[in-house]
């Protein structure tokens, strides 16, 4: 069981980045999907969540508006579509899953459910 995040990068203010996470090893047909985010010194934030039984989606009032979340179902991963990033979007970006909906996940500790290596997102002139 393999969660591999994609996709950062360095990208101007007003910029885009679409980060993905592609599972392996399991189906995500009974899986919701998770997007965080943690900055140097801050504590880790809930991004983003896709509800795989349904198709409902959060997002954290900071990102919403810019931020889409998606899922391909033929190649078993998630995406987060991020258009018009600010500075403070900057962080590395984490995606992690679990059996179950956002609701569980988006409360989930690192030692829980499956997690991805993370990717940085940078976004500065």
């Known amino acids: 069981v393999q969660l591999q995040a994609s996709g950062g990068g360095l990208v101007p203010p007003g910029g885009s980045l679409r980060l993905s996470c592609a599972a392996f090893?399991?189906?995500?047909?009974?899986?919701?999907m998770g997007w965080f985010r943690q900055a140097p010194g801050k504590e880790r934030e809930e991004v983003s969540c896709?509800?795989?039984?349904?198709?409902?989606?959060y997002y954290t009032d900071s990102v919403k508006g810019r931020f889409t979340v998606s899922r391909d179902n033929a190649k078993n991963t998630v995406y987060l579509q991020m258009n018009s990033l600010k500075p403070e979007d900057t962080a590395v970006y984490y995606c992690?899953?679990?059996?179950?909906?956002?609701?569980?996940?988006?409360?989930?500790?690192?030692?829980?459910?499956?997690w991805g290596q993370g990717t940085q997102v940078t976004v500065s002139s």
């Open positions: 090893g399991f189906s995500l047909d009974y899986y919701g």
């Open positions: 992690a899953t679990d059996y179950g909906a956002c609701a569980h996940i988006l409360r989930m500790s690192r030692r829980e459910g499956y």
């Open positions: 896709y509800n795989n039984y349904d198709g409902s989606t």
